[in-house]
């Protein structure tokens, strides 16, 4: 069966400081990666997704980055983090094909202080 | 305008029985995907059920139904004896455009639901 993990679960880091979020998927080859964002109360963004290796999209402009070093990694990152960065960040994958339900990873909830 | 309405900020319900979360979603294309999650206090987003613009049946998984009147543009997530377990934040989500391979989900603003005993 397939599953994601992301880490760290939880992060405090200090305005300026740079981020790096990671995201791993077992039990299946070429997913499609998904980086989303929560902020408090409110639903969640897509920031980043990638239909393979090397290949980005940005759905929103911002402070952050993505990059798929391997088949079933992806990774968020920040230079230097703002204030507004903080929020809950959830990777998730899903099958190239079929409906598209997406399967959520458990999610690396960062606070910037 | 907003693509997925969640007007119900917050629910409650009694233990074993039924309750509707409602759903009203925005779009211009004819073929699209319609998704219930469920986010427990632990922050895991679960996947509950899944109705496709072309589908002729109202999805039903276990207890989980949704009621999904296109003219109307509404999808309702139906949960039938509730129980405690059921206590979340529910999100109502779309895909549009079905083709090509990415799965853009765009999240309502949930409803969170609170099972009493």
């Known amino acids: 069966s397939q599953t994601i993990h992301q880490w760290p679960a939880t992060l405090v880091q200090p305005v300026g400081s740079p981020l790096s979020l990671e995201c791993t998927v077992e039990?299946?080859?070429?997913?499609?990666l998904y980086w989303y964002r929560q902020a408090a109360g409110r639903g969640l963004q897509l920031l980043f997704y990638?239909?393979?290796?090397?290949?980005i999209s940005s759905e929103v402009p911002q402070n952050l980055s993505a990059s798929r070093p391997q088949d079933r990694q992806f990774i968020l990152s920040s230079k230097k983090l703002l204030l507004s960065d903080s929020g809950f960040y959830l990777c998730?994958?899903?099958?190239?094909?079929?409906?598209?339900?997406?399967?959520f990873g458990e999610g690396s909830r960062l606070t910037v202080l | 305008a907003q693509k997925i309405t969640q007007t119900q900020p917050g629910m409650f319900v009694q233990e074993k029985e039924a309750v509707t979360l409602d759903c009203t979603y925005d779009t211009s294309d004819p073929s699209y995907g319609l998704f219930w999650y469920k986010q427990p206090s632990s922050g895991e987003m679960i996947f509950l059920i899944y109705?496709?613009?072309?589908?002729?049946q109202n999805a039903t998984e276990g207890r989980y139904s949704l009621n999904f009147q296109k003219a109307r543009k509404s999808a309702n997530l139906v949960i039938s004896a509730s129980q405690l377990g059921d206590s979340a934040m529910y999100f109502c989500a779309m895909r549009e455009s079905l083709t090509g391979t990415a799965s853009k989900l765009t999240f309502g603003t949930g409803t969170r639901l609170q099972v009493t005993l």
């Open positions: 990638s239909v393979g290796i090397g290949q």
């Open positions: 109705q496709g613009s072309y589908d002729q």
């Open positions: 998730a994958w899903s099958w190239g094909i079929n409906t598209g339900e997406l399967f």
């Open positions: 039990g299946t080859s070429n997913p499609n």
